[in-house]
């Protein structure tokens, strides 16, 4: 089969290439990719700036059916409409797997990473990952899941949005659209803020029920400030908007080392969080939340576009166009 690769160390190195099909083992299933989102890890795959196992199917953000079941699987999911964890196995015996923190875990072995990941027709996972999602939940919206998971774990157990919280949002991405949505769901009052080419996103924000503004209005101040945008001067702004005492959590990877005022941590006194990746609880919280409707995955999704047109998907998703982009191995 056709999936998207990383074949060798280093800026580019990427094409669509023959992988071997994924073969059932005990534990596991085998899914039919039905949506796979396009995210920022994986354009730092492609610039080298995460180092990956070579040659390696990308791609993370997965939904699809379950086509084949391995021994000792339950045999209903056989059919199911599924999202999945990202971790394909972890050590299960160091501080981190011990305590639940798997996503610390050293040994951490990733889909799309370390393992092959989404961007083809079939996708190998454990059992384990798997999490049914309501029938009426598009095929393609679903991928979000994965981010929205992510988004939950940094918010609601390593953060924190208490009611009636001001809170700002840096960068309204698909990440930055999520944890607003997260965080008003926590009782924050949410202010969402871009730059002037965000134009298209702070109105989908707005279509949310958020304020926005951009760069160029006055700076809001926040007892919660939510970093999604990964850039300096994002962050450098975040900083400055939050209030003494004040909470500061990073969300976005700049992908590179960047220089901020982070003096003013110790002179606000700031607590700073943040999280990494998603553990299981946070994916049952996700999935609460988009069952109850709380969180909507259907606005963000701008494009769904088949595998081949991969480079086009890339370069939309770098150029901020749209809010998320998927790829469907089906088309």
Known sequence: MLGLTKLAPGAGNVALAERPEPTVRRGHVVLEVQAAGICG?????????????????????????????????????????????????????????????????????????EVDGAFAPRLLVPERNLHRIPDWLDDHAAALAEPLACVCHSLLERGGVGAGDDVLVVG??????????????????????????????????????????????????????????GSAAGIASGLVAARRGGRYVQIGLAGKPVTVPFDLVCFGELTVTSGAASIPSSWRAALDLIASRVVQLEPLLSAVLPLERWDEGLAAARAGEGIKIVLDPRC
């Open 172 to 229: 309204p991405g698909p990440i930055g659209l999520l944890a607003a949505q997260v965080a008003r769901s926590s009782g924050g009052r949410v202010h969402v803020r871009g730059t002037p080419r965000d134009a298209a996103r702070l109105a989908a924000a707005q279509g949310l029920g958020f304020e926005t503004s951009t760069t160029a209005d006055d700076l809001p101040e926040a007892d919660v400030v939510v970093e999604c945008s």
């Open 41 to 113: 890890t994986d354009l730092l795959i492609v610039d080298g700036g995460l180092e990956t196992a070579v040659p390696v199917t990308m791609g993370h953000e997965a939904s699809g059916g379950v086509v084949e079941i391995g021994e000792d699987v339950d045999s209903s999911w056989l059919g199911a409409r599924v999202v999945a964890e990202t971790h394909f196995s972890t050590c299960g015996r160091c501080a981190f797997c011990l305590a639940g923190r798997t996503n610390l875990c050293c040994e951490r072995r990733s889909i799309g990473v």
